[in-house]
Every structure is written in C-alpha cells, then in structure tokens.
Antibody, heavy 120, light 110 residues
Framework: QVQLVQSGSALKDPGASVTVSCKTS????????INWVRQAPGQGLEWMGN????????TYAQGFTGRFVFSLDTSVRTTYLQITSLKAEDTAVYYC?????????????WGQGTLVTVSS | QSALTQPASVSGSPGQSIAISCTGT?????????VSWFQQHPGKAPKLLIF???NRPSEVSNRFSGSKSGNTASLTISGLQAEDEADYYC??????????FGGGTKLTVL
C-alpha cells in the first residue's frame, strides 16, 4: 500500500537549519511528484511547492524561495525539505503529499506531518 | 499568488446540505479544471475529497460533490453528519506547475 512517512519533530534555534524527510513506499517513486505544504499553528494550509521525482526539478511557491530547498534521493525513495536560517515564523507542521495521477492535483496520499518548532 | 477566498465558517444541522464556495480568478479557478477539496480534522493530515473539480476518490462518500461556475468552485456536502465537522480547504492549479490554497472554512454541525 502507498505510504509516505515523515521524519520526527524537530526543535531548532533561530538561525539554524532543519531537514524534513518524506520516505515513500508502495508505488513507483519516479512517477508522482511530491508536494510540500505548511501549516502554522492555528492557521490554514499553504502550498510550498513540489519536486518532480523523475527529473529532480523543484518548483517553489512565492514566499518559499531562497531559504527552502527540495531535494530527493531516488535510491531510497525519499524527498527532503531543507529550511535554512530558521525564523520563529517557520514554526509549523510540514506535510509532504503525493501528486494525483493524470491531473495537476495532489494529495491522495499524505505524510503524517512533521512539527518544526523554532525557539531559543 | 493570492489565496483563494473561502467563507471562514459555515454551519448546518444533521441531515441538511451545505455548500462551501471557493472564489479565485481567471488565472486559477476559472482558467483550469484542476480544483481540489480537502477535509482536515484537528491534528490530522488533510484528506482528499474531490479532484479535477468534480471527481471523487473511490473511498470518499458520495455525499461529497464538487462543481465550478466561472471563477468560483463549490463543495457540497449532503446529509450532514457529526463526523463532517472539520476544516475544509480548496486548492487550484495556477499555471506554471504552481498551486494555491483557499484560506479554509470551518464547518460546524449543529
């Protein structure tokens, strides 16, 4: 069965970096782009961007350029979200979600979410 | 890219039908048939209810349906149940491999 399993919660100091992983199983990894979604405490969902798991080409939403980097390791079927120069406002739950086949949509399968807390 | 506009809250009684709107522009909702809807319960990952405006994943109840007219998409929930109380989000393709979410709507089942 399709599964997306994310790394565990992280507590980081302002200015530090964090990497969130999203390990997939149960389907052909390179056929479905992976999307990343942020949800700040008590707030709505924000689409951060996606990464083409066949080419490795990332697309970033406005507001998620510069400090946010998507990458992947096809050999372990895993995509990564790295955030550098962390700020308090980066505190959020970060989700990965698979694209839906044959459409521009996404989200038929989601990771469980990773809470990143930025605090000194 | 501005977020799509959703009502902050809607409510209904068990058994009733409600609709949640999602308004964008001709550059997103109105320009593509790639509107999706998600349900999110507190502390849980979102669940896909509708994709491509009006397509439902096989595991989703047929009480959920989607439609679109011009720059506004809608999610209709019929036969409201207590378990439908949740937050609902729309999303649309905006071109150039990008997507945008709506601000979310809190559904209260009275």
């Amino acid at each position: 069965q399709v599964q997306l399993v994310q790394s565990g919660s992280a507590l980081k100091d302002p200015g530090a970096s964090v990497t969130v992983s999203c390990k997939t199983s149960g389907y052909t990894f390179t056929k479905y782009p992976i999307n990343w979604v942020r949800q700040a405490p008590g707030q709505g969902l924000e689409w951060m961007g996606n990464i083409n798991t066949n080419t490795g080409n990332p697309t970033y939403a406005q507001g998620f350029t510069g400090r946010f980097v998507f990458s992947l390791d096809t050999s372990v079927r895993t995509t990564y979200l790295q955030i550098t120069s962390l700020k308090a406002e980066d505190t959020a739950v970060y989700y990965c979600a698979r694209a839906v086949a044959g459409t521009r949509g996404f989200g038929d399968f989601w990771g469980q979410g990773t809470l990143v807390t930025v605090s000194s | 890219q501005s977020a799509l506009t959703q009502p902050a809250s809607v409510s209904g009684s068990p058994g009733q039908s409600i609709a949640i709107s999602c308004t964008g522009t001709s550059s997103d909702v109105g320009g593509y048939n790639y509107v999706s809807w998600f349900q999110q319960h507190p502390g849980k990952a979102p669940k896909l209810l509708i994709f491509n405006v009006n397509n439902r994943p096989s595991e989703v109840s047929n009480r959920f349906s989607g439609s679109k007219s011009g720059n506004t998409a809608s999610l209709t929930i019929s036969g409201l149940q207590a378990e439908d109380e949740a937050d609902y989000y729309c999303t649309s393709y905006t071109g150039g491999e990008t997507m945008v979410f709506g601000g979310g709507t809190k559904l209260t089942v009275l």
